[in-house]
């Protein structure tokens, strides 16, 4: 198998370049181990040091002016690009937070209020409750305390996010397609598919899950 | 889990429906199915495939929303209808819930019917 993929360009916000280079180093240990050849575009007159320093991290052969060598940045055995794994910035002054134990139903009620004062459409603000409503859902399966809401928005995107103590370890969590039959997995994959971007950090102390959705430009979904 | 399950949140009628072939089993539900009620729904849905219905028809007509672990117990009710040799059936879910089961391809496992009456007719 063979593809091309440029997910990384210059003019995404600096939250996709976050996320990208995070997929891109994903890239690696999803197809670990397939006969796959993957050729990633990146643009080096255009792209900042920084994003250029993680893609030489995140591929084990870098094409340039013609020539090719195997690259000694290249994070064998696998790790996330430290872009990834840094804290995200700190939410808008102006966001509102809500700490919920069972009462899903509510979280579902405010991220729906937001996502029409922000002016999502219908079907999108939908999109939103749903995953929302599955990572809030993931704080009562897998902790025994209350997890937060935190939304804003600006006229671009609005952001919800969910902080809980929950722990998940597996870096490829929510981008496999579960088998559909199936009995659980279906959760965070549903959050990928219906969410524009997903930042997803996790240590010992907890999750923080950040969901956006665009307002300005909303993409083309199913 | 530590949480009980939100009886009011989500509201569930169950009837034996008499019609020109043979009975059916018709569940509706209404409200929002998530994981503070999947157990209770799980339940209810355990005690009518243990019937042996041949058919048995989920209404979703009502329901606002549907989370994963709602779709969970509909794939294990769909499972053991299978094994009985009887038919699931899903009817009129709202768009958000039609997403959600296209997205999962739940749909490619359980027929999905635009109303009560094409379920019947299968």
Known sequence: MRYVGEPIWASRSPAELREATKHEALINLAFAGAEAEILCPYDSTALAPAVLADARRTHSLLLSGGHSGTRPDYAVPFRLPSSGSLPLPAPRDDAMSYTYRTDLSQVRALVLKHAMDAGLPDARANDLVLAVSEVAANTLRHTRSSGTLTIWH????????????????????????????????????????????????????????????????????? | MWYNSDVDLLTTSVATVESDSEPYTLIELTGEADVTNSDALRDLLDAEVAKQPRTLIIDLSGL????????????????????????????????????MLRLTAADQLIPVYASVGEATAG
Do not use: Y
């Open chain 2, 64 to 99: 606002r929303f549907m989370d994963s672990s709602a779709l969970h117990v509909l794939l294990r009710a769909n499972r053991t209808m299978d094994r009985q040799g009887g038919v699931l059936a899903l009817a009129s879910p709202r768009d958000a819930v039609a997403k």
């Open chain 1, 154 to 222: 600006d006229p671009d995107e609005i952001i919800c996010e969910i902080h809980d103590e929950g722990v998940i370890t597996d870096p490829l969590a929510g981008r496999r397609e579960p088998p559909p039959d199936a009995l659980g997995g279906h959760g965070l994959w549903l959050v990928h598919q219906v969410c524009d971007l997903v930042e997803l950090r996790s240590d010992n102390t907890g999750t923080t899950i950040r969901m956006h959705m665009s307002v300005s430009s909303p993409r083309q979904r199913n």
